[in-house]
Every structure is written in C-alpha cells, then in structure tokens.
C-alpha cells in the first residue's frame, strides 16, 4: 500500500476509534480480536509462525485490555466474563506455543457468541436513544 494510502488509512481508524462510544470500543474490539484469530489460523495453516504470534498475541492483549477495564463489581456476570477472558488468554498462550489450529478455533468459538451479545447490546441501546 502506498504511503498517502496508509496515512489514510491509519488517519481513518485514529478518528473512527476517537469518537466511538465506550460500548462501541468494545464491539471494535471483538472485531479485532475475531480477525485476529482468523489470521492467526491462517498464519499457523502456511507455516507462518511469526504472523502466528503476532496475531495471537494481538488477541491476547485485547482481552488483557478488556479484563482490565471490567468493572466485575457491576454487574453478577462480571467475575464469569473476567474468567472467560483470563481462560481465552490462557488457551491462546497455549495455542500459539503449539501452533494448534484446534485450540484456536475452540477459542474463536467461544469468543463468537459475545462479539455477537455485544454488537446486539449496542444495536438496542441505540434504538432505545
């Protein structure tokens, strides 16, 4: 990608991340974190061991940057979600130090429902606005 293209690109997500709302930054950030487990099944399936750790790892500090932003006292899921997320960082150091696709997948299974559960929150609160 050309220079100008780039600058773009990164000018385009900068302001899209700047001005979304919290629940927003959420989704955003499951979205990535899908992606990233898509390339990084990917990477493991050519042989691409170093795209494979950097996508994995991208998840993984996603998910750290989740935990440490949930507020487990608000609400009586909060502890549950802090487990799934410390078990899905848990799985992925162990997928990644194996290359195993299996445990990737099992991961991007599990991580599937609550990107959906979130996009869906966001969508109802803002019909409700």
């Known amino acids: 990608m050309s220079t100008p293209a780039r600058l ?3 000018r385009y997500k900068t302001d899209n991340v700047g001005t979304a709302n919290p629940a927003k930054l959420i989704t955003m950030m499951y979205d990535r974190m899908v992606v990233d487990l898509e390339y990084g099944i ?3 399936e050519r042989g691409d061991r170093e795209e ?3 996508q994995i790892q991208h998840a993984q500090a996603i998910l750290m940057e989740l ?3 949930l507020d487990q006292e608000a609400w009586s899921g909060g502890p549950a979600l802090a487990g799934i997320y410390v078990f899905l960082t848990n799985e992925l150091l162990t997928a990644n130090l194996h290359q195993d696709v299996a445990k990737v997948r099992s991961c991007l299974d599990l991580l599937t ?3 959906d559960a979130w996009q869906q929150a966001v969508a ?3 019909s409700d606005a």
């Open 8 to 10: 773009m690109r990164d």
């Open 42 to 44: 990917a990477a493991i």
């Open 52 to 54: 494979c750790n950097h």
């Open 67 to 69: 935990l440490g932003a």
């Open 113 to 115: 429902p609550l990107q």
């Open 124 to 126: 109802l609160a803002a």
